[in-house]
């Protein structure tokens, strides 16, 4: 029997949806004895269970990401920021820094916005179905130390492995152990050409070395940060003290 093209193609459209419900084809065998409205019927049902199952993996994806806040592009002063030649707003909209297993590296003074930027970028990547994790420095340390100390440490960053993003916030803030900074040493390793890392940090690459400990392995950290990374500075008054209490009278 010859379908009509508008029912042909309903029947490729619920093929495809069972593919992605993980289903059988059967949907699609039984449509042989529906009616038009029944497949019409049946194609909703499944359209309406792929939106449910796409809003909650989104809400997880956000969850899991430990963001402290919520922010966006949108509320984002874009003035505070230089972009490399190298980088656009569309690579950072988009996305496509991840895709390409890219790096960023904001620096700059406090309160300019880097934190803002990169929870963010983050979040928008999670609404694209990627998987984001955001940490403190220290915070990313105590983590793996303390996996480390009752034998979880390589779940842990398999767990980093299957991250399309890792967001590293105040990095460089304080002073980090040489086995705290073994350990972000080898996040850094880990994720060389595999996934993409952001970092924030108010000190310049010349100054790491004070707080990883170790010169040799802060120029590899670097190295590996950089080949395939940008650097965007933030340069500009603080938001915190422009909106300071104790600045109004």
Same mark, same amino acid.
């Given at each position: 029997?010859?379908?009509?093209?508008?029912?042909?193609?309903?029947?490729?459209?619920?093929?495809?949806?069972?593919?992605?419900?993980?289903?059988?084809?059967?949907?699609?065998?039984?449509?042989?004895?529906?009616?038009?409205?029944?497949?019409?019927?049946?194609?909703?049902?499944?359209?309406?269970?792929? %939106?449910?199952? /796409?809003? #909650?993996?989104?809400? !997880?994806?956000?969850?899991?990401? +430990?963001?402290?806040?919520?922010? @966006?592009? $949108?509320?984002?002063?874009?003035?505070?920021?230089?972009?490399?030649?190298?980088?656009?707003?569309?690579?950072?909209?988009?996305?496509?820094?991840?895709?390409?297993?890219?790096?960023?590296?904001?620096?700059?003074?406090?309160?300019?916005?880097?934190?803002?930027?990169?929870?963010?970028?983050?979040? %928008?990547?999670? /609404?694209? #179905?990627?998987?984001? !994790?955001?940490?403190?420095?220290? +915070?990313?340390?105590?983590?793996? @130390?303390? $996996?480390?100390?009752?034998?979880?440490?390589?779940?842990?960053?398999?767990?980093?492995?299957?991250?399309?993003?890792?967001?590293?916030?105040?990095?460089?803030?304080?002073?980090?152990?040489?086995?705290?900074?073994?350990?972000?040493?080898?996040?850094?390793?880990?994720?060389?050409?595999?996934?993409?890392?952001?970092?924030?940090?108010?000190?310049?690459?010349?100054?790491?070395?004070?707080?990883?400990?170790?010169?040799?392995? @802060?120029? $590899?950290?670097?190295?590996?940060?950089?080949?395939?990374?940008?650097?965007?500075?933030?340069?500009?008054?603080?938001?915190?003290?422009?909106?300071?209490?104790?600045?109004?009278?």
């Amino acid at each position: 029997m010859i379908l009509p093209k508008a029912r042909r193609e309903r029947r490729e459209v619920i093929a495809s949806y069972c593919k992605r419900l993980s289903w059988s084809q059967t949907a699609v065998a039984l449509c042989e004895q529906a009616t038009p409205m029944q497949e019409v019927f049946l194609e909703q049902v499944m359209a309406a269970e792929l %939106a449910h199952r /796409e809003v #909650g993996r989104k809400a !997880r994806l956000l969850s899991r990401a +430990g963001f402290p806040a919520h922010k @966006t592009l $949108a509320d984002f002063d874009r003035r505070v920021v230089q972009l490399p030649s190298t980088l656009s707003w569309e690579d950072l909209e988009r996305g496509t820094f991840i895709l390409d297993h890219r790096n960023l590296v904001f620096y700059g003074g406090v309160g300019l916005g880097k934190t803002h930027l990169s929870i963010a970028l983050g979040m %928008a990547a999670c /609404e694209r #179905g990627l998987t984001v !994790r955001f940490f403190t420095a220290t +915070g990313l340390v105590v983590r793996l @130390t303390e $996996a480390r100390k009752v034998g979880t440490l390589e779940r842990v960053f398999l767990e980093l492995q299957r991250t399309d993003l890792i967001v590293v916030d105040e990095w460089g803030y304080l002073p980090i152990d040489r086995e705290g900074a073994q350990l972000l040493f080898r996040v850094v390793a880990d994720s060389y050409e595999t996934r993409s890392l952001i970092l924030t940090t108010n000190l310049e690459f010349s100054k790491w070395g004070t707080v990883f400990a170790d010169d040799q392995m @802060t120029a $590899a950290m670097i190295d590996r940060l950089a080949h395939h990374g940008h650097l965007l500075i933030f340069e500009g008054e603080s938001y915190r003290m422009q909106h300071a209490l104790m600045k109004q009278r």
